[in-house]
């Protein structure tokens, strides 16, 4: 029989992540990421492909990393306010901005939306995204990024959201798209949103691959987007 003794509790506490020290708010300051570079998409006929995104920007910029969020497609319809909550809390934080290239409406909805103008401003929002990528290569990721520095001027990390459902739609090019991607700076972080459909052009580019799949959804009993939760 060994003759060792369990740990105490408290030389257990000590061996866990943060030596047992429970996590607590602090102030936000600018910093730089260790580890970023990596792309993710997140596709699927569930809900929750941009609030995951958002999740991850929120907790990037909790940390004084640079975000910057584009939206594509995302600009609106009767059932959805002008004010998102998204929008207003990016606004009282630090580190995190946004802009809405979207047009209103949803292609192919029978809404009343112009096709030939989603198209325009998807790919004008793709020119964007060209450019905020060739800034971020242009920028020292390595290194603190002011909080309130312009996208322009470098961002650790880059949300393209519903960029895959511009691409389903066929409002983008799947192949300009996986250039665009393949190639980024090594150390920004590439968040991708969208879609219905396997991303199968991306599969071999994305380090992670996440699928958000349905099982049961309001809007399928008529329920329409919900102030506080779908914006």
């Known amino acids: 029989m060994s003759d060792e003794r369990p740990d105490s509790p408290e ?33 699927g006929d569930g809900k929750g492909k941009t609030t995951a995104a958002l999740g991850m920007a929120f907790r990037a910029a909790g940390h004084g990393y640079r975000v910057h969020l584009l939206q594509f497609l995302k600009g609106g319809a009767d059932s959805v306010e002008s004010v998102r909550g998204e929008y207003n809390v990016i606004a009282a934080l630090p580190s995190i901005s946004y802009e809405n290239t979207g047009h209103y409406g949803w292609k192919g909805r029978m809404d009343g939306s112009d096709d030939d103008e989603h198209a325009a401003k998807a790919q004008a929002a793709f020119d964007r995204t060209k450019e ?37 739609m ?19 972080e590439l968040v991708l949103t969208g879609g219905h459909e396997e991303p199968t052009f991306l599969l071999d580019a994305a380090d992670l691959v996440s699928e958000v799949r349905k099982v049961n959804h309001p809007f399928d009993d008529g329920t329409r987007a919900r102030k506080g939760t779908e914006y």
């Open 132 to 168: 905020l990528v060739a800034a971020a290569g242009e920028a020292d990721l390595t290194a603190p990024l002011p909080s309130d520095g312009n996208a322009e001027d470098g961002v650790h990390m880059l949300v393209l959201d519903e960029i895959l459902y511009a691409v389903e």
């Open 170 to 188: 066929g409002l983008l090019d799947a192949d300009e798209v996986l250039e665009l991607v393949e190639s980024k700076p090594e150390n920004l």
């Open 11 to 43: 030389e257990t506490r000590q061996h866990t992540p943060g030596g047992g020290v429970s996590p607590a708010a602090t102030d936000i300051e600018p910093a730089a990421p260790e580890e970023f570079g990596l792309v993710q998409a997140w596709w």
